[in-house]
């Protein structure tokens, strides 16, 4: 290493040269402004207003609002959705902070509105009627040191109006009536005068936030909480935002029951990605050590629909496996080799690992001795006006770029199913001008630069050529590592995350990404949308209509953030993201980031399902509610509730030698496709014997789990395309029932399977279940019985309007907002027990072993009765075979059900009308 980079020392300016020999695609920098003339007085204000009225808004980008203060201005990002006229909110609170020398927000000069332009084609807009919002805002966070502004964010979420400061600018009296002061940094540094206001607020009673306090409340409700406490005067506010917590939180849990299948519809061949800052496990999560078992994260990741796992192993300085380019953590003696550890677990889960490698950057806590030799020895990136970088190395110094080379090449072998090329940037406008850099640019233009740094600025004699050569230091760069890992690991795929913009990115930190695709160099280009302000699903597809020509056919698949989703984030507003990129065509997406907050809200991990706990009850504290009575001579009685009369119109008893065709049938298609999980009659997984019929769980030759799904109908999904209809709805016609039914008692007597690894239900759906919103005519989905886990049973679940968008469901026993818990019925599992259930025109009533289980539901708020006939399922599940798909492997547990010889075993299945 010694010798290469010394090699690159001695040859550095010729390097220089031939890095910009290459000719790239002159980037377009077209920029738009309007002044609204002032002067204006914004000390206490919250914002401004504006009309913003423009025909092609998926082409403005770098949308920013510049509040002109003295000799400097502030600057404050905006968001545009769709073409025509949109009011615009421009607030402090997202202040980016100021350029140059700023005279405070009492004295704007002026206010400019200003975008950037994707191409050069002229766009019609305007801005008008410009307002000064001055809210009357009962909070003051005040900062000091550049703090983050996401504070003042979480009380908006919260109902405060808070008023965003620097600590500088704080005055006696702009607390006057306020009821909560924040300071955000490091007090000791605060003004003494502002000390003084501060101090005299809190001496009258007010309230002031500590650092301890704000940093303990990590979510929301914990900052409500903690309001509420601090703040008992507004108590009914904070009870109302708390109850709107408790049904997102509700709406969540509810959502992500849908999410696993709503992955799933995106097909085999979507990207489904994770990212994983951290090597060795999820960050955020507590001190619980399970989040460090790549084990169980990616059976976790797979069983909710995620394919591939992107962890970042590698950055400017640090390794976190074994490296022979890069200096090691510590953690690897510790914890091991984290390329080791994940590629053992994605491999035993059928995921996708793609190895991240932060390129030039190097943040705080993962500094090296090595890398701050490095920037002590120069290496380092320098500013415009002479600031040196304590984190990032300079892009055009040949040791730098050789270090990132090598170290990507060997991270390629290390065998990944694709390596991820991220910060292959600069670092922004004003990075790097350090010496090396003006040398290498004057050996480019073949000329000395004697007004340095000023000529190659923004608006400088050679700022077309100084953003042309940028350009191509970073394209020269890919190629480089497009070629060597192409030639040294065949078949590890290229990925680079970029800012959303290809011209804009090109311009302000050198990512020509359009044309790294048109030329090959990389087999995935990934988009951070979730980084460009536009979280909605309108925004995402204005990103789109931009990302996917400039793709140039390369798989594109951008990285949301599910936790920017409408600053709060939910799991709904991700999947509405996800789908408009469906809807545009694309085959993938990644999601950032795999942390303790998206556990919880997508609902992943065995603890993290919902907001609530989960309550084991035994089935025998139930109220008994049925009797027995023979209907079937010579066979076990029936449990008929109480005071009904029934009669028999369908059953089977199973006291056959096989099972009667007559009334069952194979479920082998699942929506639209063979489900390779799902049992085929030759895989003799069902077996009639002795009056009781078996349900096995069979391994193929090829290694593949199986188990039987039987029904007495089909539903539009069970039925496949056929390749050769033509028109709009091209599938196979659909089978006659077998047996169909509305209304009346729905009995099954079976023993539950005794193993882990799979799971056993007893339910009905509706042939046209979703296709259309009215639940009573489509059908609703009954899950009388559900055995995910040996012995216990969960909630019964009535499933509505299909499984997409407008899905929704209730349960029984039902849940409110006062309930802490979800209830779980256990019982013996190496007995026979009976669960039925009661369908009438106003509503279902459960029974197990003759228990009745909750109230009727049906008739409640969001709730529905079926009103046409349905038909009978028992089914068995291999678990995570339907996420896993082909490339899904057995579990250990499965291994050692089938090892068992486990069944699910049923006695008998009876269907009675009410003759009262």
Not at 50 to 55: E, G, L, M, P, T
Not at 169 to 174: P, Q, S, T, V
Not at 216 to 241: C, D, I, N, S, V
Request: positive net charge; contains cysteine.
């Amino acid at each position: 290493m010694k010798r290469m980079f010394g090699c690159f020392l001695r040859n550095g300016l010729i390097a220089a040269l031939l890095l910009a020999v290459s000719t790239t695609a002159m980037a377009v920098d077209v920029r738009e402004k309007y002044v609204f003339k002032g002067p204006f007085n914004m000390k206490t204000a919250t914002g401004v207003e504006f009309s913003f009225d423009c025909d092609d808004a998926a082409s403005v980008c770098r949308r920013y609002v510049y509040f002109k203060s003295g000799e400097g201005y502030y600057k404050v990002p905006f968001n545009v959705s769709g073409n025509g006229r949109t009011v615009v909110s421009v607030d402090r609170i997202d202040c980016l902070g100021a350029e140059g020398k700023v005279a405070g927000w009492e004295n704007i000069e002026e206010i400019l509105v200003s975008f950037w332009r994707e191409d050069v084609t002229p766009v019609k807009w305007k801005a008008s009627g410009l307002e000064i919002c001055r809210k009357p805002y009962n909070a003051v966070v005040v900062m000091a040191d550049a703090a983050t502004h996401v504070f003042p964010r979480k009380l908006e979420a919260c109902g405060m109006i808070p008023l965003f400061l620097d600590v500088k600018e704080l005055d006696a009296g702009m607390l006057d009536g306020v009821a909560l002061v924040v300071p955000i940094g490091n007090m000791r540094k605060f003004p003494k005068k502002a000390m003084e206001i501060i101090n005299r607020f809190k001496s009258c009673g007010g309230v002031l936030l500590s650092s301890k306090e704000r940093l303990a409340a990590t979510t929301h409700r914990q900052l409500l909480q903690l309001l509420a406490k601090r703040l008992p005067e507004l108590g009914e506010e904070f009870a109302r935002k708390l109850a709107e917590d408790e049904a997102q939180r509700k709406k969540d849990a509810e959502a992500a029951v849908r999410f696993p299948a709503f992955m799933l519809e995106g097909g085999e061949d979507e990207i489904r990605g994770i990212d994983c800052h951290v090597a060795y496990g999820p960050e955020r999560v507590g001190n619980d050590p399970k989040w460090e078992n790549w084990d169980e994260n990616c059976r976790m990741l797979k069983a909710a629909g995620f394919n591939a796992l992107n962890v970042n192993v590698a950055r400017g300085g640090i390794a976190f496996y074994e490296s022979k380019v890069l200096p090691m953590s510590p953690e690897v003696k510790t914890k091991g080799d984290s390329i080791e550890l994940i590629k053992k677990a994605c491999e035993k889960h059928g995921m996708k690992f793609i190895a991240w490698k932060v390129c030039f950057y190097s943040r705080v806590g993962m500094k090296t001795p090595e890398f701050e030799k490095w920037i002590a020895n120069g290496r380092g990136a320098l500013s415009a006006d002479g600031k040196k970088s304590t984190e990032w190395l300079c892009p055009v110094r040949p040791e730098n770029r050789a270090l990132e080379i090598e170290a990507l090449v060997e991270l390629a072998k290390r065998g990944p199913w694709a390596i991820s090329l991220d910060y292959i940037r600069y670092h922004g406008t004003t990075w790097c001008f350090c010496d090396y850099c003006r040398r290498a640019f004057e050996e480019y233009l073949g000329e000395k630069v004697s007004n340095w740094p000023k000529d190659a600025l923004a608006g400088g004699r050679l700022d077309g050529k100084w953003e042309d050569f940028r350009r191509r230091n970073i394209t020269d760069l890919v190629r480089e590592v497009s070629r060597r890992v192409r030639a040294e690991a065949p078949g590890v795929k290229i990925r680079a995350d970029v800012f959303c913009r290809p011209n804009g990115n090109a311009l302000t930190v050198a990512q020509e990404w359009n044309l790294w695709c048109r030329e090959g160099l990389l087999d995935m280009v990934c988009p951070m949308n979730g980084m460009s302000g536009s979280t909605s699903k309108e925004g995402i597809s204005d990103l789109l209509k931009i990302q996917i020509p400039a793709s140039a056919g390369v798989p594109l698949v951008p990285t949301y953030y599910p936790s920017l989703m409408k600053r709060t984030g939910n799991a709904d507003d991700f999947m509405n993201v996800i789908r408009a990129g469906r809807k545009a065509g694309i085959k993938g997406f990644c999601t950032f980031t795999f942390d303790g907050r998206l556990i919880e809200m997508l609902g992943l991990g065995e603890k993290k399902t919902s907001a609530r706990e989960i309550k084991r009850v035994p089935v025998e504290s139930l109220p008994l509610k049925c009797t027995s009575t023979e209907t079937v001579k010579g066979q076990a009685p029936s449990l008929l509730p109480v005071g009904r009369k029934m009669k028999l119109v369908w059953n089977d008893e199973f006291d056959g030698d096989r099972l009667d065709d007559a009334k069952w049938s194979y479920r082998t298609n699942f929506w639209g496709r063979q489900a390779h999980w799902f049992a085929k009659p030759e895989d003799n997984s069902v077996e009639v014997k002795d009056g009781l019929m078996k349900m096995k769980l069979v391994k193929r030759p090829d290694g593949q789990f199986v188990s039987p799904q039987l029904q007495t109908g089909e539903i539009v999904w069970d039925v496949p395309h056929d390749p050769n209809a033509k028109g709009f709805w091209p599938l196979i016609k659909m089978e006659k029932p077998k047996f169909m039914h509305r209304y009346g008692y729905y009995e099954c007597r079976c023993r539950l399977q005794q193993e882990r690894g799979w799971w056993s239900a007893f339910w009905m759906q509706a042939p046209m279940q979703g296709t259309c919103l009215d639940p009573r005519r489509a059908g609703i989905e009954h899950d009388i019985m559900e055995s995910f886990h040996p012995g216990e049973l969960i909630p019964h679940a009535f499933h509505m309007n299909g499984y997409g968008g407008d899905y929704k469901l209730f349960m029984c026993p039902r849940l409110t907002k006062e309930d802490s818990h979800y209830y779980s019925l256990t019982l013996d599992k190496t007995r026979f027990h009976v669960f039925g259930m009661l369908w009438e025109p106003d509503g279902y009533t459960i029974f197990i072993d003759g228990r009745q289980h909750g109230p009727k539901v049906g008739m409640g708020e969001g709730e529905a009765v079926s009103q046409t006939e349905e038909f009978l399922l028992l089914t068995t599940e291999a678990k995570f075979y339907r996420k896993n798909r082909m490339t899904g492997k057995a579990s250990p547990d499965l291994e050692a059900a089938y090892a068992a010889g486990d069944a699910f075993i049923v006695d008998y299945v009876r269907v009675y009308d009410l003759a009262d």
